[in-house]
């Protein structure tokens, strides 16, 4: 198994886990390695360090503090996945739904979906909270 350090066009950082470098680059050629966070396939990969076990009792050593462009898009990506783990999907029904739940006709529940931005602005009139998220295609259907 190869681990990859790779990069989009976009300067977002990720992993790419593969069976061979072969592999990579295979998949490279017909562009299905894509940026996890905007689904760029313009993917360049990056040098990676060997981690080499010369001593079980030596101490282990910390690596170099993550930059924080790195440790942002991590915590942006968890909360999109825990946004998505802890909401009902209801799709293009989303304003119809959000008012149904604001006007309690429906159990309060979490809910996300796609609304226009002329039906956001009504819920918004409404006095019903809505906000948009960008959702990578990545965390759209289940993650590889």
Known sequence: MKVLNLRCVHDHHFEGWFASGEDFESQHERRLVACPICGDTAVTRLPTAPR????ARREEKTAPDMPVQVQM?????R???HM????????ERF?????RIHYGEVAERGIRGRASREDADALREEGIEVMAVPVPAALKGPLQ
């Not at 898009?73 to 990506?77: I, K, P, R, T």
């Not at 304003?95 to 008012?99: G, L, V, W």
């Open 79 to 81: 909360a999109l996945r």
């Open 73 to 77: 898009q991590g915590a942006w990506m």
């Open 52 to 55: 080499l076990n010369v001593s």
């Open 95 to 99: 304003p119809e739904e959000a008012r």
């Open 84 to 91: 998505m783990n802890n909401t009902e999907d209801v799709g």
